[in-house]
């Protein structure tokens, strides 16, 4: 039986994060750990397809956000043998065909007349109301400090008021998560992923009124905003080239756990081999972990408990001229409920390296409850492509369809359903108590912390925890890693243990 120190199941950036510190670790010396993935390719969720034609299509659209928070992280792109295309990530929001800069709820100076004087008048008669009561601001200022943990339904009419959370916050939300606002936490939305804004845009009735009066957008992004992507190969690249740096005796695709016993600190893995950890870093879907413990019946129903959004991609490469109300777009999301997709996605915007020359590409997402089977594809591949003729997205003159690509993922979105934070207070700690850290996207089940960065450093700093008991910064404050602060303290934390370990070095051990 093969014994190591650190079993990690997963080889996605959370995965690959932790290897890459536990090298670190052990300069010029042999590592004690194995990573096991039942993929060919490392990346996880992260990685990237090449069609035939030679159209590149990400799992999803993913950008590089700006990571100030994440200092290690950036100088660790800085370092790899890529070719970066930056851009900035202009990106908007269709409502029934007009379209909405991002944050639309800023920019409804651009709904027509009728909606827009709706609009106002329901912002002004929401304040009206709630005004001299302290509601809307005592609940905001509530929001602000964490204290009130409301429902999203709620979060969004207390902001925005009956009239724009309908339009507009209501469609969107639903969309996205498959699942009505009411059914979720608002957590997220004080911790979001990806961003470094604590919270979601507030509405601004005097500058939507500057705006409506000078024809101005508020944009969301600057010519100074920049997202990065490496300039071939999708966000893929990025993973393959992190993934070289970890020695071949490390690391075994193909291969991935099939079950685990807490009381032996023993896995099985799928070649029927089974190795003894001291301590298991888990980036696998955290009901997926919970359901490979036999020797743990309750967990099973714990598992039943987590909610997940199934995520259904549909890629075309088209021949021809991208159109040009969508030049330079990055994303565009969609509130009708009659188009299939929450997402459109343009790779090309993004890297043009991701298609070949003289055309366009399109990726779509569509977000399914994960507790319901899937739609039939060639149904639901006939609805997307109808609503990307109509939204002037395909089927234009001059313009052919020569390449198309789809995959369905289960584990797309980590729903952040009401009780989410108290199911997994009761699980963490117990696989914690018996050596098992489960992390990542699916792993920590926390949308707020599941962007590619956020995984990655996930992955390192729970090694820093088992090495050195440095408190996890992301994993345990989504809300300062989100605010830009996270990685000063880490990294003061870190020189601080490293200097007490060597003092007195710490022995891995559970806990
Ligand atoms: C639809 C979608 C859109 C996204 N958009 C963005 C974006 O715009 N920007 C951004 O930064 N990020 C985005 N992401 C997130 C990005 O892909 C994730 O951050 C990243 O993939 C999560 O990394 P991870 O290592 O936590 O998990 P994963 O990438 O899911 O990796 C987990 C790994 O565990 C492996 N595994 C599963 N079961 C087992 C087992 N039994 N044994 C061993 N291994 C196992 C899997 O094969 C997988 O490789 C998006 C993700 C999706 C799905």
Same mark, same amino acid.
């Given at each position: ?8 199941a ?6 690959l994060?932790?290897?890459?510190e ?10 004690? &750990? ?12 992260a ?8 159209f590149?299509?990400? &799992?999803?659209?993913?950008?590089l956000?700006?990571h100030?928070h ?19 990530p ?33 912002v002004?008669?929401h ?37 724009? !959370?309908?339009l ?9 998560w ?26 601004d ?13 508020d ?5 100074? !905003? ?13 993973w ?27 896995a ?8 003894q ?9 955290l ?37 040009h ?14 188009m299939?997709f ?8 993004v890297?043009?390296g991701?298609?070949p ?18 739609r039939?594809a ?29 995959? !369905? ?10 009780g ?25 089940w ?66």
């Amino acid at each position: 039986m093969r014994s190591v120190r650190v079993l990690i199941a997963g080889a996605g950036p959370c995965g690959l994060g932790a290897a890459l510190e536990l090298l670190d670790a052990e300069p010029g010396g042999t590592a004690d &750990f194995l990573l096991v993935d039942p993929g060919s390719t490392p990346g996880g969720w992260a990685q990237s397809r090449t069609t035939a034609q030679g159209f590149t299509f990400d &799992f999803g659209g993913h950008v590089l956000f700006p990571h100030k928070h994440y200092a290690r992280f950036a100088e660790l792109l800085r370092g790899l043998p890529l070719e970066w295309a930056s851009s900035v990530p202009e990106r908007g929001v269709d409502v029934d065909g007009c379209f909405l800069p991002y944050p639309a709820q800023r920019n409804l100076h651009r709904l027509p007349l009728h909606r827009l004087v709706r609009a106002i008048a329901s912002v002004l008669l929401h304040r009206f109301r709630t005004r001299g009561t302290g509601g809307a601001q005592a609940e905001e200022q509530a929001h602000v400090r964490g204290a009130a943990d409301g429902n999203m339904g709620r979060y969004l009419q207390t902001r925005f008021g009956h009239y724009v !959370t309908k339009l507009l916050m209501q469609p969107l939300n639903q969309k996205q998560w498959a699942h009505q606002p009411a059914q979720l936490t608002d957590v997220w939305a004080r911790h979001r992923s990806g961003s470094t804004v604590r919270n979601v845009a507030d509405m601004d009735m005097g500058r939507m009124l500057r705006n409506l009066l000078a024809g101005t957008d508020d944009l969301g992004w600057t010519p100074e !905003t920049k997202v990065t992507y490496p300039a071939k190969g999708g966000s893929g690249a990025i993973w393959s080239a992190i993934a070289r740096a970890i020695p071949d005796e490390n690391i075994q695709l193909g291969t991935h756990i099939v079950s685990i016993s807490l009381e032996d600190k023993t896995a099985l893995l799928s070649t029927g081999e089974t190795v003894q950890w001291e301590q298991l870093i888990s980036t696998m879907p955290l009901d997926m972990l919970l359901r490979s413990i036999p020797e743990r019946k309750e967990f099973r129903a714990k598992a039943d408990q987590l909610v997940k959004a199934r995520s259904r991609l549909f890629g075309f490469g088209v021949r021809g001229s991208m159109p040009h109300a969508y030049a330079g777009l990055h994303s565009c999301q969609v509130t009708s409920a009659e188009m299939p997709f929450w997402r459109v996605n343009f790779p090309m915007t993004v890297a043009e390296g991701n298609g070949p020359e003289g055309c366009y590409s399109v990726l779509c997402e569509v977000s399914e409850p994960g507790s319901v089977p899937a739609r039939s594809a060639e149904a639901l591949r006939a609805e997307v492509q109808q609503s990307l003729v109509r939204m002037g997205l395909l089927g234009k003159a001059n313009t052919e369809v020569i390449s198309t690509w789809e995959y !369905t993922i289960e584990h797309g979105y980590p729903v952040p359903f009401l009780g989410r934070d108290t199911l997994l207070s009761e699980v963490q700690p117990l696989l914690e108590s018996a050596g098992v850290y489960s992390r990542g996207r699916f792993g920590a089940w926390r949308y707020e912390i599941s962007n590619q960065d956020h995984a990655y450093m996930q992955g390192v700093e729970v090694v820093r925890r088992i090495l050195y008991r440095i408190p996890e910064e992301t994993y345990g404050n989504a809300g300062a890693v989100n605010e830009a602060v996270a990685e000063q303290k880490v990294m003061k934390n870190f020189a601080t243990a490293v200097r007490e370990s060597v003092k007195s070095p710490v022995r891995v051990s559970a806990g």
